[in-house]
């Protein structure tokens, strides 16, 4: 059973970030993808493998992250760069409460926005049920745990989060991790990966880590980034007069 | 009964100090915070309410230490400057919502109570985005009191009110003050403090420039001299008349008219008028030169 805490601050979050234009960005990488796998299924796409390709190194490597930034960083983040967080803060609520259920709502979107249209497409693209489209379905409402713990985090480091997490994403994930082996123990992308192929197995979609190993670090890396962000956030501080 | 403690308390930020060793304790009933913009109010108030960890020196409330603590927010409620509330909740849902973080066993009724304090009975159901400026201010009141809290702060709570919604909020933190509360507001502006509060702290320069009665204070800065710019018909001949005041201490010529050093500010106000009549010579302007706050302030540092 929830607390009327943790249900009143999730309550707020939801209404707060469906309320804003956000919402309408948000949905848009998604719908993108889904309209891409329809395109691609209608015109008889040559290469046989074009399922796993669109929804691994399109839906699970742009359309998820990119969904969970905007969210992630957002459910918090809104709240602390217009100052309204201290009507928040300025109450007993432990600080745990605050950022789990902020985390609960990011990762709920995340899921309703990103991961079911993966799957969508997946049975678009496969034409039912397959493999694929279970194995990227799994990768996917994992990665929305993963991802949405990180930025999150990020929004309450800093107040450049979605920089910071578009420069990880880009930088960190999308170059580094090809060229060095070792940052792929790192990356979030191929936590989700990972898992998604464990079930789907289908070298197309670029999978570098074993299921283990993707699922332990995946949840390694959700704690660590919510404890930090619980220790963060139990240390905010306004600014003062303009000196 | 909660108090308000503060024992050589320091809060800088590199090499600035906002807030320089100060101690003081403050009781039941309303405390003004006055100092010009910049001085160090808010830094003082966010370090009060847990939202600034001090760099040296002890602070609690209610025996408390406020940082680090949210269990302090249990005796303490807090209106902060910035108007940011959430703009899509009704004020009614703003306040429910409040009363619900605090746990409290009967939110709706607390929502109902506190709302009434404020008298926002009438906008409860609108959306806060449809507010102006000193209703959002009256239902982050509202937000802050429905847990009944001992201590009440208040950053700058007179901000963008209207006469009458300055002067109700003014008996409102009053009665909340006769009824043993400890209450904090902060303000820049004399008059606010002067019609509120008994006790003052005045903070200059992240210094405690004067603290105790706001009488004693307000005999200091109306005592001290002031400076006068007077533009008449016949700005030589009123001089030499002046001069002859025992209220007033030095005239000057200037290219602006004459500068008259006053040392009496109400004897002179009173007297000028009948001076300039008497000798037939038409006044056209009288401004203080001196009221900034800034210039009271600082006569006040240097006692």
Request: aromatic residues 6%; proline residues 4%.
């Given at each position: 059973?929830l ?8 309550s ?14 948000f ?32 839906g699970?490597a ?6 969970a ?25 432990p ?12 990762t ?7 991961a ?52 990880y ?25 990972g ?41 905010f ?7 | ?105 009967g ?5 109902e ?23 959002r ?24 009110m ?13 009665t ?13 502006i ?36 002031h ?46 008028a ?7 010579i ?22």
């Amino acid at each position: 059973m929830l607390s009327v805490q943790a249900r009143t601050v999730a309550s707020i979050t939801l209404r707060a970030t469906m309320g804003r234009r956000r919402a309408l960005l948000f949905a848009l990488p998604p719908l993108i993808l889904v309209l891409v796998t329809v395109l691609l299924k209608a015109a008889h796409a040559e290469r046989a493998d074009w399922p796993s390709l669109i929804l691994g190194g399109f839906g699970l490597a742009v359309v998820l992250p990119l969904t969970a930034l905007i969210i992630g960083t957002s459910v918090l983040g809104a709240e602390i760069d217009d100052g309204s967080v201290v009507h928040l803060l300025a109450t007993p609520v432990p600080r745990s409460t605050v950022i789990l259920s902020k985390f609960a709502v990011a990762t709920g979107l995340t899921m309703l926005f990103a991961a079911v249209p993966e799957f969508l497409a997946g049975l678009i693209a496969t034409g039912g049920p397959s493999r694929l489209a279970v194995g990227v379905l799994a990768g996917a409402l994992a990665g929305s745990v993963i991802y949405n713990a990180l930025f999150v985090m990020m929004s309450v480091l800093t107040t450049r989060a979605i920089a910071v997490g578009l420069l990880y994403l880009l930088v960190w994930e999308s170059l580094l991790s090809n060229v060095v082996s070792g940052v792929r123990v790192l990356s979030a992308e191929q936590y989700s990966l990972g898992i998604a192929n464990s079930i789907a197995r289908d070298g197309n979609l670029n999978a570098h880590l074993g299921v283990a190993t993707a699922a332990v670090m995946g949840a390694v890396v959700t704690v660590i980034a919510l404890g930090l962000a619980v220790r963060r956030l139990g240390a905010f501080s306004l600014k003062g007069d303009a000196v | 009964m909660s108090s308000i403690e503060l024992r050589s308390v320091s809060r800088w930020y590199g090499n600035v100090v906002a807030i320089n060793d100060i101690t003081m304790t403050m009781g039941p009933g309303v405390t003004g915070l006055l100092g010009p913009n910049g001085a160090g109010k808010s830094t003082l108030l966010h370090l009060i309410s847990g939202f600034l960890e001090p760099s040296r020196g002890e602070l609690t409330v209610g025996g408390a230490a406020s940082w680090r603590n949210p269990d302090v927010y249990r005796t303490l409620g807090l209106v902060p400057e910035r108007p940011a509330v959430y703009p899509f909740l009704t004020g009614l849902e703003f306040v429910r919502a409040t009363a619900r973080l605090h746990k409290l066993p009967g939110p709706d009724r607390a929502a109902e109570r506190s709302i009434a304090i404020v008298e926002m009975a009438a906008a409860q159901d609108r959306k806060i985005a449809t507010y102006s400026k000193g209703m959002r201010q009256r239902i982050k009141v509202a937000a802050a009191l429905v847990h009944d809290p001992e201590v009440l702060l208040l950053d700058e709570p007179f901000n963008g009110m209207d006469p009458r919604q300055r002067l109700h909020m003014m008996d409102l933190l009053e009665t909340l003050g006769d009824e043993g509360r400890t209450i904090l507001f902060s303000s820049h502006i004399l008059e606010e403090v002067e019609r509120l509060s008994g006790t003052i702290q005045v903070i200059v320069a992240g210094r405690l420039a004067a603290s105790g009665d706001f009488r004693a204070i307000r005999r200091l800065m109306t005592s001290r001299p002031h400076v006068f710019l007077v533009r008449t018909s016949d700005d030589r001949r009123l001089g030499a008349a002046l001069i002859g005041r025992p209220s007033v201490t030095g005239v000057e010529m200037s290219s602006r008219g004459l500068q008259v050093k006053a040392s009496d500010y109400g004897a002179f106000s009173r007297e000028i008028a009948g001076l300039t009549r008497e000798h037939g010579i038409q006044l056209r302007e009288l401004l203080p030169e001196d009221e900034s706050l800034e210039r009271v302030f600082a006569y006040l540092v240097e006692q």
